[in-house]
């Protein structure tokens, strides 16, 4: 008995095939983690069983009824509910407004009985939160919370999670497998998307790879490993854990002494923080979601005023002549302009000067073998340069701002959540490009929540916690339950 069953399924745009007749089967009260590179239709396939989308051929079963699921309001019925990489939240709202939004057509609305209800539903489900609580007052791990309380509160049975963990810290990825695998035993069936494979291992039962849009293979967990599933995903050999060569650090880069930042409210968050940090070497920041990563990597990318200390750059302040890098944690909002074509940005930090701009004057040709220079270069993934970047996968997007950013190799990089999202090529492909960019002698700051990475990137990594450094080690001497320890407040 399967309690999801797709037959044939093919969806098409323009000429571009995202799904190529997709058959699929699904068990009540499992796990089932799909599987693929940016691209490979996993998230087309996803908003056809939402019903963001319709198929052009094929047929949906549900609990082996067929179905048509021609709206997300008919998904929801169904009992369908998806809960996106990419929050569907009003910060502005509480969890119980959020919860419940579009869901009452009364006029008078009870919300002291809402969030009796909203109170009864988390602890039910070990979801515990304040249902009275501002969204966006909320640290990300208890914001997804709210995003499956929602469909849960809309009785959804089948649970669509779209890189549930691309934004948790170890320990709220830790509380999340636990939620998910009592809701599976609670009789629920979920669907896992991912790319961190060991994930996937660990808390699903059954596996489906897409490639180019097609099923290339459904397996067990029990019967395959992580290096195999890597190699279906992208079709090559892949390497999971990559190989650098040692650090020869030179002249230092970035000089940072006693620094004090503030965050948009106006809180201290980055606090009397000193490091430097030399050319030729990557220097990782761990610490968990909100210690003042953010804020420290907008003071040294001059996107936020410093409030105390300084910052000096090849030791000369202000900061003139060093080309920085800045590969912001979200590319999306902040690394791309999405209705722009892959050309446009490409030059969105050098389009006044030559050879893009001549006598104010914009010079298409150039603009135009810039992009499929570095389209060639960055293995960027699209029919041609003229494609919006809203069109791409969440891989090449990332390739675009790498391509951009490091046009003019840049002295210092920083690079925040750099494969956050990306499937195990992509991280591979960034990965490789960064330690080229340290081999050339550029200095690279890494900010991660991802700790094996860190460990794999990092020549010595910087635990930060509330603001402060807590301790700078050096990566041959710490492992990743040290570096736990620390960002938890601990000391070694």
């Keep these: 008995m399967s309690y999801l069953h797709l037959e044939g ?10 799904n190529d007749n997709i058959n699929l089967n699904i068990k009540p009260g499992t796990i089932h983690a799909i599987l693929g590179e940016n691209g490979a239709g996993k998230t087309t396939l996803m908003s056809i069983i939402s019903g963001l989308c319709q198929p052009d051929s094929g047929q949906i079963y549900l609990q082996e009824k067929p179905v048509k699921l021609d709206s997300p309001s008919t998904a ?30 009364h006029w008078h609305l009870n919300l002291h009985q809402k969030h009796q209800e ?12 304040d249902p009275t609580a501002k969204v966006g007052n909320l640290p990300v791990g208890l914001q997804q919370r709210v995003e499956i309380l929602k469909v849960l509160y809309r009785k959804a049975k089948l649970l669509i999670l779209d890189e549930p963990t691309a934004v948790l810290t170890p320990r709220e990825v830790e509380s999340l497998i636990g939620i998910l695998r009592q809701l599976a ?8 998307i991912s790319h961190k494979l060991e994930e996937v291992m660990n808390l699903c039962n059954t596996v489906t790879v897409l490639r180019r849009g097609k099923v290339v293979v459904n397996t067990t967990t029990t019967t395959t490993t992580p290096q195999q ?9 892949v390497s999971l854990r990559l190989d650098k060569s040692p650090a020869s650090p030179g002249l230092v880069v970035l000089s940072v002494q006693e620094l004090q930042v503030a965050d948009d409210r106006g809180l201290t968050t980055v606090r009397n923080v000193s490091f430097e940090l030399r050319a030729g070497e990557i220097l990782g920041i761990a610490g968990v979601d909100g210690n003042g990563q953010r804020e420290l990597a907008d003071a040294i990318t001059r996107l936020r005023t410093v409030k105390q200390g300084k910052i000096e750059f090849n030791h000369s302040e202000p ?13 999306q909002k902040m690394g791309l302009v999405l209705q722009f074509s892959i050309a446009q940005n490409l030059i969105l930090k050098a389009f006044k000067r030559l050879p893009f701009c001549r006598r104010f004057l914009l010079q ?41 950013e490091l046009a003019r190799e840049p002295k210092l990089i920083v690079a925040m959540q750099p494969t956050r999202g990306l499937d195990v090529g992509a991280t591979e492909a960034v ?11 550029a200095a690279i700051l890494y900010i991660s929540t991802e700790l094996e990475e860190l460990l794999t990137m990092s020549d010595r990594i910087a635990v930060m916690y509330r603001g402060k450094f807590v301790d700078i080690l050096d990566t041959k001497r710490v492992t990743v339950e040290e570096i736990g320890f620390l960002m938890g407040g601990g000391t070694l």
Excluded: C, W
Excluded at 91 to 103: D, F, H, K, R, S
Excluded at 321 to 331: H, K, L, N, S
């Design 9 to 18: 399924i093919t969806k098409r745009f323009g000429s571009f095939i995202a």
């Design 76 to 105: 929801i019925k169904l009992g369908i509910g998806m809960i996106h990489q990419h929050f569907m939240l009003v910060p502005q709202l509480t969890v119980t407004e959020n919860i419940i939004l579009g869901m009452s057509n």
């Design 118 to 129: 909203i109170t009864a539903l988390s602890q039910a489900y070990r979801l515990e939160i």
């Design 185 to 192: 035993a609670d009789g629920h069936t979920i669907i896992f």
């Design 229 to 237: 599933l890597a190699e279906l995903m992208v079709g090559r050999e």
């Design 319 to 331: 900061s003139k002549g060093i080309t920085i890098a800045y590969i912001p944690e979200d590319r």
């Design 364 to 404: 298409r040709e150039a603009i135009a073998n810039n992009a499929k220079s570095a389209m060639q270069l960055f293995n960027i993934q699209a029919t041609t340069e003229n494609v919006k970047v809203s069109q791409l996968s969440g891989g090449n997007q990332q390739k675009v701002v790498l391509a951009r």
């Design 431 to 441: 990965q490789q490009r960064l330690f080229a960019e340290r081999d050339r002698g």
